[in-house]
């Protein structure tokens, strides 16, 4: 798939790539399109520099103010500790989360809201349900069902954290994916 992203976006994003073998790349997680930090706007999060990589392919109008929108992938198993210290690093940026549209993705928005406000739940699926304690409250919600919206209103938390999903797709990849065959 990378042969296929559009080579400005490749270019913007060089620094999180390591040619292993003339066929072969390793991408890296971090953060792209830092200036200055106190510039940024918007802070565009992602599980993986594959998954910023679609997305910037599909948006590339967010590339072209650099500093302005930062990007940055978080790794697999993303942690509170991380969260706060991009805030620090961030504090103008509107945080916004693009995980895929999944149970994982969805818990996930569900815990940088959290982490945001220095707060956190544990969240697990019994018997088809999301349940998770806040708190001293145990909430259970119908994993179709289950999505930052819901988990905000039963709580009653509100927050700046926004997110992106993409339309009729589980992720921003399989969206690219599919936008290239019909090419």
Known sequence: MLKQICPDVMDYFRPWFVTLTPD???????????????MARQ???????????????????????PGSNVFTALGSIP????LQELKRLFP????????????????LDC????WQMNRDALFTLIDGKVSFNYKGNTFEI??????LHRFRTITGIRSSYRTLKPKGFV????????SLNNQ
Do not use: W
């Open 92 to 107: 103008n940026a509107r945080t916004v989360g693009v995980f895929d549209d999944d149970l994982c993705g969805k818990v």
């Open 24 to 38: 072969s790349v390793a991408c890296f997680s971090g953060t792209a399109g830092v200036a200055e930090p106190h």
């Open 111 to 114: 815990k940088v809201s959290l």
């Open 79 to 82: 942690t509170a500790g991380q």
């Open 171 to 178: 992720s921003f990849a399989s969206m690219l994916a599919c």
């Open 142 to 147: 119908p994993k179709e069902k289950f999505s």
């Open 43 to 65: 802070h565009f999060m992602f599980h993986s520099a594959i998954d910023t990589l679609c997305f910037c392919h599909l948006y590339p109008h967010l590339l072209q103010k």
